[in-house]
């Protein structure tokens, strides 16, 4: 372990040498840092004389762990007298060049295949003096979910509205420490503070105004400590008026990328979308890495999300670097369902993304991916990027007390992403139906409730299973028809029905309603699937071995002998047919998969 910067206190002259967090480097060919920063050498290894931070996992077993009492927004409520800490910036050292970035295999003790977001890990910390450990980290995660539930709040955050030290004292955290020397506590606050921060804002890009920017204040007495922060805004973002303005124009844009990308169903298509837009509608700025003070005298957006996503179409905002290509990737994913996170590089210089497939995380890298004017590759896309060359992973803010995810190369759309299908899998076996899920999927008969969940205990609708049979027919013209008053024109399912019932395949649950968003029955499914396929002839009888045959209504006999015969439709393990039950989304892909 190297050695962490300690220094909670910081002077007045250093605040002007703040820098943002990732300078960038441009691409493969560019390693140069002029105008840089080095986020390295703050947290590292989390201990100061008293006492040492590590996680639960790493305690030796029967380790008694005290809980200590935790008051949220507090201000400061403790009775007895307290030490006031003059709130200050924690500032990142700055760094001329980019050291040597060597290859190096991913370190298992770095990685997790269970990842799901920095801030998720953060109640997993501990803190050990010589005879006691304290479960601080759910202080950590309590401080970490109140800022992050405001600066999501947009336009009515308290963060994106003031950062005066008595607004943002409404979020503070309160945890009883005694037991620790209370000399200890600065350096105590600081750690839990900061690593508290880079959580917050390495998973929520909507704090476009405080990227890499927060001050760390507290108090604490002889047996408690209260910390917060205060979102420093950067050029471009000083006033609430320009905050608000930029937000609402963020929110309109992302809105705008996250329709346009409804068009492609599949989550391998929606992120390719994202990918492209972004370096087609962006060029790299070199002059706010070539400046030493650029983010405090001209804009701090190049490394924020409105970068990316504003200077297009917006004069006044700047184009991005990388943290501003990897933060507005990052929030176009997660506003269209994916888990998505940042990476920053050892040496504080690169940014990039990764992101949850499936049951897979892969890395992308839209800055060394958007090449000159015009052009644009995939040689980022979907790859086990971290530690390839140049992205050499920070191991010092974060290992080993939050981990990183584990990478997989995704080679095409076919990889299933939706995460309900990869999460119902046993340790030993896939979940049973993925076989089933994965047939329709690429057949484009069935994709998923949104591109990352198939919803695979979910009840199927009328309407929706009259779009399955419909995209299995090639989905062909229809003439509207006002048949039935739930179906109106210009819906998603508005051709379907309308084929459905002009081809006798269905028809309404009354003469004047189709019964869009009613439960499809397992028996109404067998018996639209049976029309669809040509009312083929069977004879009775197949269903009499069920306990529950009786309970099939006579309309749907044909039907349910028939998917009884041809193995489309099973009994539950307690030999019931239960035709009148929910058909999920799971059980529709098994019998599709069956005759389509």
Request: glycine share 6%.
């Amino acid at each position: 372990m190297k050695k962490k910067l300690t220094a909670f206190l910081l002077t007045a002259a250093m605040l002007c040498s703040l820098m943002p967090m990732a300078a960038a480097t441009s691409g493969p060919d560019d390693d140069t840092a002029a105008g840089g920063s080095d986020i390295t050498a703050l947290l590292n290894e989390v201990s100061g004389e008293g006492y040492t931070f590590t996680t639960r996992d790493q305690l030796p077993e029967g380790t008694e762990i005290i809980e200590p009492e935790i008051t949220i927004g507090t201000g400061n409520k403790m009775s007895e007298p307290t030490q006031e800490i003059e709130p200050t910036e924690r500032i990142k050292t700055y760094s001329a060049e980019l050291p040597e970035q060597t290859e190096r295999a991913e370190k298992a003790e770095y990685t997790t295949t269970k990842f799901s977001s920095y801030g998720a890990q953060l109640s997993n910390l501990v803190v050990q003096t010589s005879s006691k450990t304290y479960a601080v980290g759910k202080a950590m995660k309590k401080l970490y979910d109140a800022y992050r539930a405001d600066v999501r709040k947009g336009a009515n955050s308290q963060c994106l509205k003031d950062n005066s030290d008595s607004n943002m004292k409404r979020f503070a955290v309160t945890i009883n420490l005694s037991g620790i020397n209370s000399s200890n506590y600065e350096d105590l606050m600081g750690d839990m503070e900061w690593l508290t921060y880079l959580s917050l804002d390495y998973d929520t890009p909507e704090m476009f105004y405080s990227n890499g920017y927060m001050g760390i204040s507290g108090t604490y007495s002889k047996t408690s400590v209260t910390i917060y922060f205060r979102p420093m805004y950067s050029a471009g973002f000083t006033t609430k008026s320009d905050r608000t303005t930029l937000n609402t124009q963020m929110e309109n844009k992302v809105k705008e990328l996250v329709n346009a990308a409804a068009d492609y169903p599949r989550a391998y298509d929606k992120m390719q979308f994202f990918h492209d837009w972004l370096c087609q509608n962006n060029s790299y700025n070199h002059d706010a890495v070539s400046s030493d003070n650029y983010s405090t005298s001209v804009s701090g957006a190049p490394w924020s999300c409105v970068g990316a996503l504003l200077s297009s179409s917006n004069s006044s905002v700047k184009g991005p670097v990388c943290e501003g290509y990897s933060r507005a990737f990052q929030l176009l994913c997660q506003r269209a369902g994916i888990t998505a996170t940042v990476v920053t590089s050892g040496s504080g210089n690169h940014m990039w993304n990764n992101l949850r497939y499936g049951k897979y995380w892969t890395g992308v890298d839209v800055t060394w991916d958007d090449g000159s004017e015009n052009s644009y590759n995939y040689d980022y896309f979907f790859q086990r990027v971290n530690n390839m060359s140049g992205h050499v992973m920070d191991d010092q803010n974060f290992v080993d007390w939050l981990e990183y995810p584990e990478l997989s190369v995704v080679s095409d759309w076919k990889i299933l992403p939706f995460y309900d299908v990869a999460d119902a899998a046993s340790s030993s076996s896939e979940f049973w139906g993925k076989p089933y899920i994965q047939y329709v999927y690429e057949q484009n008969y069935m994709s998923g409730l949104t591109c990352v969940n198939f919803g695979i205990n979910t009840s199927l609708t009328r309407a929706q299973f009259a779009q399955i049979l419909y995209s299995i027919a090639g989905k062909p013209e229809v003439t509207y028809i006002n048949h039935f008053s739930d179906v109106p024109a210009g819906q998603w399912y508005t051709n379907a029905v309308v084929w459905a019932d002009s081809n006798d395949i269905a028809h309404g649950v009354s003469d004047t309603r189709f019964g869009v968003n009613d439960a499809i029955t397992r028996e109404q499914l067998a018996l639209m699937l049976y029309k669809y396929m040509g009312a083929p002839y069977v004879e009775e009888g197949y269903i009499d071995s069920f306990a529950d045959a009786d309970e099939v209504s006579d309309w749907a006999l044909t039907a349910m002998n028939w998917a009884v015969r041809d193995g489309v439709m099973n009994g539950t393990n307690k030999n019931e047919l239960q035709p009148t039950g929910k058909a999920t989304r799971t059980a529709t892909a098994v019998m599709i998969s069956k005759v389509a």
